[in-house]
């Protein structure tokens, strides 16, 4: 099974800041990654897909890159609606995908 | 709007039954393959099981596998997950998901673009 992880496991952050979210794969998945955002009590949301693909909908603030095993979710301005907890996922081996452990983004 | 409406979670003693359903609009069902996705409270997500658009190919994983069954009725676009044997552990938010085929230049990407609302199970005594 593909293993995921994340770092940090939780960030505190002003409204305004930079934020990014690194997610790393126990085996090379290329570009099967994406990005979800969850809010408390709410279903997940998909951000990104394909590694760096925003989902339609989504705000340009929001990006992601990396191939391989080394990925990272970018916010390039931090916003209110944002602070919510953010998973990766892999979908190299769909449909048996696995999540990373999530990093929770607070108000600092 | 596309839509998707879990039901059918509760309360349930160990070694009990429960069915869930997910009843989607919005989309043509039976084109895509849908999935089962799980939170523990306080836990992150956990992929449970997934069905092929037909309903002809169904996937498990490890820790459901045996106790689970994932089927769909494409008839009446609504996607079913029958649960016996249950644990303790099995407590969750249970979440339906469609899994929508993204293409590129030279390959297929999947993610899950539509929730329910997800649908809480809770396995106690």
């Known amino acids: 099974d593909i293993q995921m992880t994340q770092s940090p496991s939780s960030l505190s952050a002003s409204v305004g800041d930079r934020v990014t979210i690194t997610c790393r794969a126990s085996q090379s998945i290329s570009s099967y990654l994406n990005w979800y955002q969850q809010k408390p009590g709410k279903a997940p949301k998909l951000l990104i897909y394909?590694?760096?693909s925003l989902q339609s909908g989504v705000p340009s603030r929001f990006s992601g890159s990396g191939s391989g095993t080394d990925f990272t979710l970018t916010i390039s301005s931090l916003q209110p609606e944002d602070f919510a907890t953010y998973y990766c996922?892999?979908?190299?081996?769909?449909?048996?995908?696995?999540f990373g452990p999530g990093t929770k983004v607070d108000i600092k | 709007e596309v839509q998707l409406l879990e039901s059918g979670g509760g309360l349930v003693q160990p070694g009990g039954s429960l069915r869930l359903s997910c009843a989607a609009s919005g989309f043509t069902f039976s084109s895509y393959a849908m999935s089962w996705v799980r939170q523990a409270p306080g836990k992150g997500l956990e992929w449970v099981s997934a069905?092929?658009?037909?309903?002809?190919?169904?996937y498990y994983a490890d820790s459901v596998k045996g106790r689970f069954t994932i089927s769909r009725d494409n008839s009446k676009n609504t996607l079913y997950l029958q649960m016996n044997s249950l644990r303790a552990e099995d407590t969750a938010v249970y979440y339906c998901?469609?899994?929508?085929?993204?293409?590129?230049?030279?390959?297929?990407?999947?993610?899950?673009?539509?929730w329910g609302q997800g649908t809480t199970v809770t396995v106690s005594s």
């Open positions: 996922q892999q979908s190299y081996s769909t449909p048996r995908v696995t």
């Open positions: 394909a590694a760096s």
């Open positions: 998901a469609k899994d929508q085929r993204y293409s590129s230049s030279s390959d297929y990407y999947y993610g899950m673009d539509v």
């Open positions: 069905i092929s658009g037909s309903g002809g190919s169904t």
